[in-house]
């Protein structure tokens, strides 16, 4: 009998083994995970769960039960040492697992600060994974003093959560503009406005020098010479491909790790889906990091490991919750060359909108799930409306998508 195995117990583990065993699959399947943990959402890790609006039990995907009805294997708290992909063996200590397949949902880690610029002292943390909100969350008291690094999603997420806990917040960003990585001026300039509005004290243009503190943080130099003080740190600078557990295997890395249009690795025996695939798109090649690349993907390769040669080709939409702003965004906004604002029907709502020449890319709707809707729906379709058109506050948008 078949023995499918699966590292990585996040969204893409647990949708990947739900998919197999939807599918008609009946062999084993064993599913492994470093968290002790069943797998969880992790958006509103940082947000309702921090916040103390959702249970714990509320958080998992799915029963534990479950995995036991559906007759998979959930290894918890095992993280996993070694793939040796001749043998065919995946090692957790001491045990050592034979598979016929393998898939690697190994996700993202978070970029840490150098240990030699104060990152290890403690009162320093990112929003990860479970063990890391409830690590942070004893320091999230009103009145307390927080210095969030990064102001991309990550960071002003948690800025907008803290500052609703009562805490006070700087956030810094070595860019010119926070959220320049990801998004044109216009979004950037909608999101400091809300965050200025709630008291959060932003500094563009300047980066950390340093942390300050004896064992536990008590502040930080700027590179522009200012000392701040901080009862504790958010890191919020992005993350990294979970893949050195695959590159140790001898799989071949780009990005994260390679896979090709199904969801193969460099090994045939191996797949791999989520933040920590690359995959191509579009003439490039890609990696995306979002709950539903993880769920589509996951899904596509379930169905490509039960051989349906299915090419992957994803339709990215991204979600990000601030205050009481909901942030929508469709498509992938890169090698954009200008863009539209265009002004919501409700009060503080609007839409940027992307293009590369004539061609839509991308859209981001801050509580405009009407406008988000009608860009998603053509970006999908293939449609490219004139930005003269989405410009004009007197366009039918719903005829111009119909047209």
């Known amino acids: 009998?078949?023995?499918?195995?699966?590292i990585g117990a996040g969204q893409a583990g647990s949708s990947l083994v739900t998919k197999l065993r939807t599918l008609g699959f009946d062999g084993d399947i064993t599913l492994i995970g470093a968290e002790s943990a069943p797998p969880y959402q992790?958006?509103?890790?940082?947000?309702?769960?921090?916040?103390?609006?959702?249970?714990?039990?509320?958080?998992?995907?799915?029963?534990?039960?479950?995995?036991?009805?559906?007759?998979?294997?959930?290894?918890?708290?095992?993280?996993?040492?070694?793939?040796?992909?001749?043998?065919?063996?995946?090692?957790?200590?001491a045990d050592v697992i034979p598979y016929d397949q393998l898939a690697l949902t190994t996700g993202s880690d978070p970029r840490r600060l150098p240990a030699s610029i104060g990152g290890a002292l403690d009162g320093v943390f990112t929003v990860r994974t479970l063990a890391d909100v409830d690590a942070m969350a004893p320091a999230c008291k009103p009145g307390a003093r927080a210095l969030i690094v990064g102001g991309g999603y990550i960071g002003l997420e948690a800025a907008a959560v803290a500052t609703r806990m009562g805490v006070r917040v700087t956030l810094v960003e070595m860019a010119d503009r926070i959220l320049q990585r990801v998004a044109a001026p216009e979004t950037s300039d909608y999101f400091r406005a809300l965050h200025l509005s709630h008291?959060?004290?932003?500094?563009?243009?300047?980066?950390?020098?340093?942390?300050?503190?004896?064992?536990?943080?008590?502040?930080?130099?700027?590179?522009?010479?200012?000392e701040i003080a901080a009862d504790f740190v958010i890191v919020g600078v992005g993350v990294t491909p979970s893949s050195a557990l695959a590159e140790a295997a001898g799989l071949t890395m780009e990005n994260g790790i390679r896979v090709d249009g199904h969801g193969r690795t460099s090994d045939p025996a191996i797949w791999s889906a989520g933040d920590c695939a690359s995959f191509p798109y579009k003439g490039t090649r890609i990696r995306l990091e979002s709950v539903q690349n993880a769920i589509d993907q996951a899904e596509n390769v379930a169905e490509n490991m039960l051989g349906a040669n299915k090419d992957y080709?994803?339709?990215?939409?991204f979600w990000s919750d601030q205050?009481?702003?909901?942030?929508?965004?469709?498509?992938?906004?890169?090698?954009?060359?200008?863009?539209?604002?265009?002004?919501?029907?409700?009060?503080?709502?609007?839409?940027?909108?992307?293009?590369?020449?004539?061609t839509l890319l991308a859209v981001d709707a801050m509580?405009?799930?009407?406008?988000?809707?009608?860009?998603?729906?053509?970006?999908?379709?293939?449609?490219?409306?004139?930005?003269?058109?989405?410009?004009?506050?007197?366009?039918?948008?719903?005829?111009?998508?119909k047209a």
């Open 1 to 6: 009998m078949s023995h499918i195995v699966v």
């Open 42 to 93: 992790r958006p509103p890790l940082s947000k309702k769960y921090l916040l103390g609006e959702m249970e714990l039990e509320r958080l998992y995907l799915r029963p534990e039960q479950f995995y036991a009805d559906q007759n998979i294997t959930l290894r918890l708290d095992a993280p996993v040492t070694a793939i040796d992909p001749a043998a065919k063996t995946v090692t957790i200590g």
């Open 199 to 226: 008291g959060v004290d932003i500094r563009e243009g300047v980066g950390l020098d340093r942390l300050l503190g004896d064992g536990h943080v008590s502040g930080a130099r700027l590179t522009d010479g200012t």
């Open 313 to 317: 080709m994803p339709h990215p939409w």
């Open 323 to 358: 205050y009481d702003v909901k942030l929508q965004i469709a498509g992938l906004n890169t090698g954009y060359d200008r863009t539209v604002l265009r002004q919501g029907e409700k009060e503080g709502a609007q839409s940027v909108w992307y293009y590369y020449g004539d």
């Open 367 to 401: 509580n405009d799930p009407r406008n988000y809707m009608i860009g998603k729906r053509m970006i999908e379709a293939g449609k490219s409306p004139p930005a003269s058109a989405i410009a004009d506050p007197a366009t039918d948008m719903m005829a111009l998508m």
